[in-house]
């Protein structure tokens, strides 16, 4: 199951997964006007009981250190990605499982331990 929790407003996410055809293949999402803003957890926790999701089992991917906060605070595993936001060093000073500079690895890595 896919998810989103970001610090977009719900309009600004709609728009974005209708335009890039990404809507059909989320089941769920929080956006920072429903949600405390990231670092806090609240957004994946309720994700998680939406979709009946339990932490061992929930991944978050994330261009921030922000998000990777969240998921540490949300008791989640995370993975890093650095064509986003932050740079690589601020990134794994969040200890993720692993850290990507290409969509390809993080695809590869994700065949391999999902």
Partial sequence: MLAVATG??????????????????????RCVDECFSKPHPQMLHELMDELGAMPDR???IGDTSYDLQMA???GVASLAVTYGAHPEAELKKHRPL????????LNSWLVEHA
């Fill in 8 to 29: 977009k407003g719900r309009n600004g996410l709609n728009k974005s997964l209708q335009r890039s055809g990404l809507a059909q293949y989320m089941q769920a999402s």
């Fill in 98 to 105: 692993a850290c990507f500079d290409r969509f390809g690895a």
């Fill in 72 to 74: 540490s605070n949300a």
């Fill in 58 to 60: 929930t991944l978050m």
